[in-house]
């Protein structure tokens, strides 16, 4: 089955502007144009565009994704590169989620903190809530702590 630029971008919710993008980038290898120079899109480049945008999500440049587009035209002979680079790409992106479990953890805190507030009506009703002291301390003494350790 094929797809328009139009289709594709409906279905993968990218716009026309970003597939011409990634398509004139070679980005998409598989892409062939009609004899009229519309883009034709098959089941093969919807999966390299699913691709494209799960590794750009985990903060992957366009160059290395080219990069690993590139290893994978070459054929078999890049497959362990391509392995190590998937690894590596995990690596950082469990370290991205325990940054972002850490900022969240934050967050709840300062949300259970100004829910408090808003229930007693001021700041200096709860500053001395010794559930909110103690967590407060957890989740910002490890912070501090780290960052003393490292100095």
């Not at 190590?84 to 969240?104: G, I, T």
């Amino acid at each position: 089955m094929t797809y328009s630029i139009g289709q594709v971008a409906k279905r993968l919710g990218l716009t026309t502007h970003t597939l011409r993008y990634y398509d004139k980038e070679g980005l998409l290898p598989s892409v062939h144009k009609s004899s009229s120079g519309l883009r034709i899109f098959t089941e093969k480049d919807l999966e390299w565009l699913i691709i494209i945008e799960c590794l750009k999500g985990c903060g992957m440049h366009l160059k290395d994704i080219k990069h690993y587009i590139d290893m994978c035209m070459q054929g078999d002979s890049t497959i362990a590169e391509r392995l190590a680079m998937f690894k590596k790409q995990k690596e950082h992106l469990a370290l991205q989620m325990e940054q972002l479990q850490a900022h969240m953890e934050k967050i709840d805190y300062k949300i259970a903190y100004y829910t408090e507030a808003a229930k007693r009506g001021s700041i200096d009703a709860v500053q001395y809530n010794k559930c909110l002291m103690k967590e407060k301390e957890r989740i910002f003494g490890q912070t501090i702590k780290k960052l003393t350790e490292e100095a």
